[in-house]
């Protein structure tokens, strides 16, 4: 069971893998009449690579991210200001110390870029499918795989599958309510098998609607999603995967440690009070701003994000012999919204001490996906191509507020900046990424499997400004040309030895590197080269490297029919880390990109799954990571004490555990994790505490009723406890030293109720 997923519960597979995929990206189940929990860990895998499944991601709250699915494997943080995972600024993924930036997300193969807030090549996977059709997960907690189309993956990867149609025409309706005034409606149709050819699809459509559980505002979003499946000939098959997806949201206020304690935990931003918010940006304080070191930076009016996307994959794949297949994918995503943020920091011309600060990004991209695997003999080796063209538009502008008493700024989420008084910026990247991968999986002996090969990666990225105004950029230039990262050999080689009948080792080594990320001018969370002004662009432009990792792993894992475990040891040497360092006021921050050197990663976990009693499981793993500065860095002050430090926002120890039972149509869940302190300042001399969570579920199906083939009654409850405790960390950057405005409050105990009926 899954903590903190608004009683989520983490499930073993139930379906076996049968196909020729090569052993170093499969990953073998365990199948069992005992209730499911995390107990996949990548059996006969030469790589750690486990498998979560639809039914795991169904058993949290309906509408979680299902990246907070993830949450209870050994080495994965996953945070967020809501229960839920939807609010997008807050959402933050680690695994084993490596941030989302750092990882790799792909839907059906298609890319989803970083998953960062303000993606500049990809889209969320929350608006990319609705978790109620996603089939499953597959995590590489080490190093992704060489196919995985990804410039981010330094460290693991996740890959998402969307669900194929049902043979038989029918449908689900599920309704889902609960505390923040929560109320989502999900409804998919499915057509089943509509003529010889066996053309099949569904559509669904999901609402959510839901208050924060602090302050004003909404998040609100709605969701399409369509495939349609093609066989042809018995040995190919054409699909198709359509998303739309709509979302409005209200920002959480950041934090800091001074806040917290002088404040509390539940500061938020003043809207709908435009007054209040007037004033504060006049110096009048009317909540005790001022019992803080910075009441200016406490409230702001609002803050706000309204999105749209368009994602389209067709996969074509087909066996051209008996032992050669061909699998091609062309896709195609167009994104668009803004964000808006009320600042005291830019008055408005015609007097008023406020304005509306909108950021604009617009993407995009399509691309091309084309492998082949051949099975000769005891080897089946894979080769492909990924291409990717790339256009992503950013822009800031200010928007004039009202003076008060003629009107206020209502609903930011409707706002539109079509008359701003001020553009600072406004650049558009475009970007060519290509990939090739070749490797070969040998099985050597029934009981011996090696893997080894390599990919080639270019990404070359070149940018320029549409429009800037130096009055709002402190007198500076934005910075505008081109980077180009590139690597001809990037190679892996891993090994798995079952030596005996439960019993298996396994070992991995890969060379990985990052493509520079595109943010615009000024920018504090994204570790942008671009983000500098012209000056310090050119000065980087020539000596700026990409960064690069080796990854080390091995381990143990034993599979019986009582217990199941795993122990896993890893190394990482991270080269060039690029840093976003800040400092002065989060709605107008200095910001710094820096090489920060080297980082060294060591870690080992451990997990294992108990099957005491038929209908019961017990899962616990514990988990320990250090990650610490190779250097030392010179910043504007002089030489700061880098080195041995450990990386902020991660915290060194993790422990998950759940219990499950499961009997007829009835299964029940409490789960519990624990996180240890997480710094929040390079040189460590802040913190937050490490907390335990708790959350339950339960879960009951009844049998058919007149038409419906199924009716399912499902409660959650998040944080049983109601423990207080900080969530997001470093969403506006660290700083080098001391506190800062840059971490967000988790959600109180919440309960969520679901009734879904399927027919």
Avoid at 291 to 306: E, F, I, M, N, Q
Avoid at 694 to 708: F, K, M, N, Q, T
């Amino acid at each position: 069971m899954l903590a903190g997923l608004g009683g989520g519960v983490a499930h073993a597979q139930t379906a076996s893998v049968a196909s020729p995929t090569p052993a170093s990206t499969t990953a073998r189940t365990l199948t069992t009449t005992a209730p499911e929990t995390v107990s996949v860990y990548g059996q006969g895998s030469t790589r750690q690579l486990t498998s979560v499944s639809a039914k795991t991601i169904q058993a949290a709250a309906p509408g979680t991210n299902p990246l907070k699915v993830l949450a209870q494997l050994p080495g994965v943080n996953f945070q967020s200001a809501d229960p839920f995972g939807a609010y997008e600024w807050s959402a933050r993924l680690y695994i084993r110390g490596f941030a989302q930036t750092q990882l790799g997300f792909t839907l059906d193969d298609i890319p989803l870029g970083d998953q960062a807030f303000n993606n500049y090549n990809g889209l969320s996977v929350t608006r990319a499918i609705t978790s109620d059709n996603v089939a499953r997960a597959n995590v590489s907690q080490g190093s992704g795989g060489l196919a995985i189309a990804s410039t981010s993956n330094l460290g693991g990867a996740v890959q998402f599958y969307s669900a194929d149609p049902t043979d038989k025409y029918g449908g689900t309706l599920e309704q889902t309510f609960g505390s923040n005034d929560t109320y989502r409606t999900f409804i998919r149709l499915q057509s089943g098998i509509l003529n010889p050819t066996g053309t099949k699809f569904y559509v669904s459509y999901a609402h959510t609607d839901l208050d924060k559980w602090k302050g004003a505002g909404y998040n609100e979003s709605d969701q399409v999603n369509l495939k349609l499946v093609q066989p042809i000939g018995g040995v190919s098959s054409l699909k198709l995967f359509f998303d739309w997806s709509a979302l409005k949201q209200f920002d959480y206020q950041d934090e800091s440690l001074d806040y917290l304690q002088t404040l509390g935990g539940r500061v938020d931003n003043y809207y709908p009070d435009y007054t209040a918010a007037y004033h504060a940006a006049q110096g009048i304080y009317t909540h005790g701003e001022t019992r803080s070191h910075d009441p200016l930076d406490v409230s702001y009016y609002a803050g706000t994000a309204k999105r749209q996307d368009f994602l389209s994959g067709l996969t074509f794949d087909t066996l051209l012999t008996n032992s050669l297949d061909w699998k091609s994918t062309i896709y195609g995503h167009g994104d668009n919204g803004y964000s808006t943020w009320t600042t005291p920091y830019t008055p408005s011309p015609n007097g008023a001490p406020l304005s509306i600060r909108t950021m604009q990004p617009a993407i995009t991209r399509y691309g091309l996906l084309s492998a082949l695997s051949w099975d000769i003999g005891r080897h089946t080796i894979e080769s492909g191509i990924w291409y990717e063209y790339d256009q992503f538009t950013e822009s800031r502008y200010f928007s004039e507020a009202p003076l008060l008493g003629q009107g206020t700024l209502g609903d930011p989420n409707d706002h539109t900046p079509d008359h701003p008084f001020a553009v600072p910026w406004a650049e558009v990247w475009n970007t060519n990424t290509v990939q090739y991968h070749l490797q070969d999986t040998w099985r050597v002996l029934p009981s011996l499997t090696l893997n080894a090969g390599f990919r080639s990666l270019v990404i070359h990225t070149g940018n320029e400004a549409t429009a800037q105004d130096p009055a709002y950029n402190g007198g500076a230039q934005i910075g505008t040309g081109a980077l180009t990262a590139s690597n001809g050999f990037l190679p892996q080689f891993s090994a798995n030895w079952r030596f005996a009948r439960h019993q298996e080792f396994f070992a991995d080594v890969s060379h990985n590197m990052r493509g520079y990320p595109e943010d615009g001018y000024s920018t504090n969370s994204s570790n942008t080269p671009w983000s500098a002004n012209e000056t310090a662009f050119k000065q980087i432009q020539s000596s700026i490297k990409p960064e690069t990792d080796w990854v080390y792993e091995g381990g143990y894992r034993l599979t019986t029919k009582p217990f199941i475990g795993l122990l896993s040891l890893y190394h990482v040497d991270f080269s060039n880390r690029l840093q976003t360092i800040s400092f002065g006021p989060v709605i107008n921050p200095t910001t710094a990109v820096q090489n920060v050197g080297g980082v060294t990663t060591n870690g080992v976990e451990l997990s294992g799954t108990f099957y005491p009693v038929r209908h019961l499981s017990i899962y616990n793993s514990i988990s320990y990571n250090r990650s610490t500065f190779d250097n030392d860095i010179a910043t504007s002050s002089g030489v700061d004490n880098l080195r041995g430090k450990s990386i902020p926002n991660y915290p060194t120890l993790m422990y998950k555990g759940s219990i499950a039972y499961q009997i007829g149509r009835l299964d029940a869940h409490i789960d519990g994790n624990y996180y240890s302190h997480r710094y929040l300042s390079y040189l460590n001399d802040t913190s937050v505490p490490g907390y335990f969570i708790a959350s339950l579920g339960a879960r009951y199906v009844l049998g058919e009723h007149g038409p419906l083939s199924r009716i399912t009654l499902q409660l959650n409850a998040y944080n049983l406890f109601n423990t207080r405790y900080v969530a997001t960390t470093g969403e506006n950057g660290d700083p080098i030293s001391g506190d800062y405005q840059s971490f967000l409050m988790g959600a109180p105990r919440q309960f969520f109720g679901s009734v879904g009926v399927t027919f």
